[in-house]
């Protein structure tokens, strides 16, 4: 975790720090203080206020509709129909409201007084509080056995990660603790959900674009909410770059690559989600929406590397310029799809279009200057030029041949007035499709932005314009769309941000899971006799008993092959390893020893499976202590995505030793005590 003075070097304006610290771990958490006043936060707070208050009418809405189709009575009818009328009205108001702060991308701009194109960011995911402490101690009770009570610091610390969860920094603390909560779920997947029930805790979450609320049991929606908010903090803190700078467009460009990442992830790994930001045509719009902001920062970054006078450079650049193009009106296509077209907000839309029809003037304006501005080639240079050019064009523009096209200054001059007055046209477009919006509109840095590249276009067509020129201006054709850097989609990296079990108090996950069920923890009074206790120990974390002597003194007691031994004199021995319980059993005297033991159900077991389980823990074969069983065990990529998916099953280890029990812990060899 980044240290609290690393906190938004550039001044994030996300207002105060709500620090947490994990005692066992080490960690800070670090939300943004949710009172605090900031155009970011104020922001936050509109959304949370509109998506309740379109909750609100939804509700009503649903009562008046169920009173209208239960009713006979035609005045209540009318009246019922009346109220509808206002409530659709409301709700139509607030959707509005609520696209024109999804459309609010200035607030995310970095403040820089360099001039670029405003980048598309996306808005949290808001969610209720949630109070997991009844649920989880009722389940502690229930299932393992334990007191309730005595967990309520690890419940707390967890629903306080969950808070400050909400309220993310925009920065890499911000994403640590988003990480962070999204891997502590895996463990309370593991912990408090078994296949076979529900925890009867529902997750709360409202859809990033419309406010409209959804609900499940499922834990899998809210690692998915986590996941596109994760997404969305990426698309935030890329928005908020310099990009007049090669450091923040290499940020930028890290930002969207990992953003395209996390809704790639999110669309692969999820399926019937309960909301539509969340919908299989949303992801893959976002996905390609992060692409193409990463191609035009790649663009953006060219123009700060090439030399602006060289003919290839200029070439390139063009190019470039064309996939920027091309990417965006991808995106355009996409989000005109019948199940994004109403979704998506207008003023994206008509965003990705602008910028689509922007830089296809852009790719034709440097196509352009290289003609109308460079010299003519040297022979040593022509034959390298021709062969760039020959690549440059979809279609070969008419007239002479290629070679003379490049030696002869009025050729190149006509060539790049045709590509000029095609640069105007699309100029053109470009600042109608912005006029059309409302809210794009609004944004001042925009409408520069568009009438500077106008001007600038139509400056140097009057510069290269003759009086004497006769000739009918050509269709410059097309230019051939290639980029020097493709666009990465960085899936997450879920082992980047390492954390503790906070339940790890339970026992090791191997044995102490919802999954398992086991019998009441017994006490047995155990004597040492002649030939010592009268079982075999096995493994580490917990201790099992892999054998038992017939008539021996634990035969005697009750113990049996498969119970865990979980405490030693009231010792706790859930994580002891195999020397630890050893050394505490040698250490009785005369009067024996208490020994606590659990037996998981279903794990009776025919000898001959015995005899298979000690040929597997001898020699070359044997079997490997979990990661699980690890007091500082660490959450990885591969445990994280098994247990994302709503419609699938995770699959689920077949080397068991007995049946029902999981060898995960095996030492080196069976030893007799």
């Known amino acids: 975790m980044m240290p609290p003075e690393e906190e938004s070097p550039e001044g994030d304006g996300d207002g105060g720090l709500v620090l947490l610290h994990g005692p066992k771990s080490g960690s800070t958490r670090k939300g943004c203080d949710p009172f605090a006043q900031t155009q970011r936060s104020k922001l936050q707070h509109r959304r949370a206020r509109i998506n309740q208050q379109i909750n609100k009418e939804m509700r009503m809405r649903a009562g008046a509709e169920n009173l209208f189709r239960a009713t006979s009575n035609h005045k209540v009818k009318e009246t019922v ?71 309520e610091k690890e419940i707390k610390e967890f629903m306080e990660l969950r808070q400050a969860m909400r309220t993310p920094s925009r920065n890499e603390a911000g994403l640590e603790l988003l990480m962070e909560y999204y891997n502590q779920l895996y463990f309370l ?66 930002a969207f ?57 200029r070439l390139q650049l063009a190019q470039e310029a064309a996939r920027v193009e091309d990417v965006y009106s991808l995106v355009h296509q996409t989000m005109s799809q019948p199940h994004v077209k109403d979704y998506v907000p207008f003023s994206w839309t008509t965003m990705v279009q602008v910028k689509s029809e922007h830089f296809k003037a852009l790719s034709h304006y440097f196509a352009a200057i290289a003609l109308c501005d460079c010299p003519a080639p040297s022979d ?6 021709e062969k760039a050019f020959l690549q440059f064009h979809v279609t070969m523009p008419e007239g002479p041949s290629l070679r003379v096209l490049l030696q002869d200054p009025e050729e190149r001059r006509k060539l790049g007035k045709a590509h000029l007055k095609k640069a ?69 990296n879920f082992s980047q941000v390492k954390v503790t079990d906070l339940f790890h108090r339970l026992g090791p996950l191997s044995v102490f899971s919802a999954k398992n069920k086991w019998y009441p923890a017994r006490r047995v009074h155990l004597m040492r006799g002649e030939n010592g206790f009268g079982f075999t120990l ?66 009776d077991c025919p000898k001959a499976m015995d005899r298979k389980a000690a040929v597997m823990s001898s020699g070359s074969g044997m079997l490997k202590s979990n990661k699980e069983n690890s007091r500082k065990s660490l ?38 005590y």
């Open 257 to 313: 690559q990992q953003a395209a990442g996390a809704f790639n992830y999110l669309k692969e790994n999820f399926s019937n989600a309960p909301s539509l930001d969340m919908s299989a045509a949303s992801l893959t719009m976002l996905v390609r929406l992060m692409v193409a902001q990463v191609q035009e920062c790649v663009f953006e970054k060219m123009t700060l590397l090439r030399a602006q006078n060289d003919f290839l450079a």
């Open 538 to 603: 096995r493994g580490d974390s917990p201790v099992l008993i892999a054998g038992v002597i017939p008539g021996g003194c634990a035969a005697e007691a009750g113990l049996k092959e498969g119970d865990y031994i979980i405490s030693v004199n009231g010792k706790d021995c859930k994580w002891s390893k195999h020397a630890e319980v050893v050394q505490l059993l040698k250490s009785t005297g005369k009067e024996g020893v208490d020994i606590g033991v659990i037996t998981l159900q279903g794990s």
């Open 380 to 385: 040593a240079e022509l034959l390298e030029q």
């Open 81 to 151: 129909a009346l109220e509808l009328s206002y409530v659709n009205s409301n709700l139509q108001l607030l959707k509005e409201e609520l696209e024109e702060l999804n459309s609010s991308m200035d607030v995310y701009q970095n403040e820089s007084e360099s001039i670029s194109v405003p980048m598309i960011p996306l808005g949290l995911k808001e969610t209720k509080e949630l109070d997991l402490l009844v649920p989880l101690k009722d389940f502690i009770s229930e299932h393992y056995g334990e007191e309730g009570v005595l967990y």
């Open 635 to 672: 959450m990885n990529s591969k445990s994280a995505s098994t247990l994302l998916v709503w419609s699938k099953k995770s699959k689920r280890s077949k080397k068991s030793t007995y049946s029902g029990v999981p060898f995960t812990a095996v030492g080196d060899n069976e030893a007799m």
């Open 189 to 254: 997947d593991s912990r408090f959900f078994p296949p076979s029930k529900t925890l009867g805790v529902f997750f709360h979450w409202y859809d990033s674009l419309t406010g409209v609320p959804s609900h499940q049991r499922a834990l899998a929606f809210e690692k998915g909410s986590v996941l596109f908010n994760l997404g969305a903090l990426h698309t935030q803190i890329g928005a908020r770059q310099d990009r007049a700078s090669l450091p923040g467009l290499n940020q930028a460009i890290d």
């Open 424 to 492: 105007i046209m699309k100029h053109e477009e470009a600042m109608r499709i912005h006029g059309l919006c409302k809210i794009l509109r609004k944004m001042d840095i925009l409408q520069e932005v568009l009438s500077f590249a106008h001007k600038r276009s139509l400056s140097k067509y009057s510069e290269i314009d003759h009086e004497e020129d006769f000739f009918e201006t050509g269709e410059a054709p097309d230019i051939r769309p290639k980029t020097h850097q493709k666009p990465e989609i960085k899936s997450p």
